[in-house]
Nanobody, 121 residues
Framework: HVQLVTSVGGLWQPEGSLRLTCAAS????????IGWSSRRPGNQRELVAT???????DYADSVRGRFTISRDNAKNTVYLQMNNLKPEDTAVYYC???????????????WGQGTQVTVSS
C-alpha cells in the first residue's frame, strides 16, 4: 500500500524560506509525474508546480521564480523549495505523484495528506 507523507508546514515570516518534503512509502517501483497544489481558504485547489514525466516543469505565475519543485528518485521523495514567502502563499499544500508499484506497474495518482503553511509577521 503506497502512501505519500508530507512534512509539516508551519508558521513562517514573509521573505522566509521553507522546503516541503513528500515521501512515498510502500512498494514503489517508479514515480513519473509529480506535483504540488495549494488550497487557500474558500478557494479550490490550484496547481503550484509540476514535474512531468518528460522532464519539463511548470509553475503557477504567482510562484514562478520563488518556488522550485525537485525530486530524489533514490529516496522516492519530492520537494518544494519555497523562497521569498508572501502572506498570499498561506494555504494547505498537497503533493501528488503518479506511482507504479511492484504489484501494478501502471502509474496511478496518489495524494499526500496536506500540510498547512501560514506566512505572517
Amino acid at each position: 500500500h503506497v502512501q505519500l507523507v508530507t512534512s509539516v508546514g508551519g508558521l513562517w515570516q514573509p521573505e522566509g524560506s521553507l522546503r516541503l518534503t513528500c515521501a512515498a512509502s510502500g512498494r514503489v517501483l517508479r514515480i513519473t509525474d509529480i506535483g504540488w497544489s495549494s488550497r487557500r481558504p474558500g478557494n479550490q485547489r490550484e496547481l503550484v508546480a509540476t514535474w512531468r514525466s518528460d522532464g519539463s516543469t511548470d509553475y503557477a505565475d504567482s510562484v514562478r521564480g520563488r518556488f522550485t519543485i525537485s525530486r530524489d528518485n533514490a529516496k522516492n521523495t519530492v520537494y518544494l523549495q519555497m523562497n521569498n514567502l508572501k502572506p498570499e502563499d498561506t494555504a494547505v499544500y498537497y503533493c501528488n505523484a503518479h506511482i507504479g508499484t511492484y504489484e501494478d506497474a501502471t502509474p496511478h495518482d496518489y495524494w499526500g495528506q496536506g500540510t498547512q503553511v501560514t506566512v505572517s509577521s
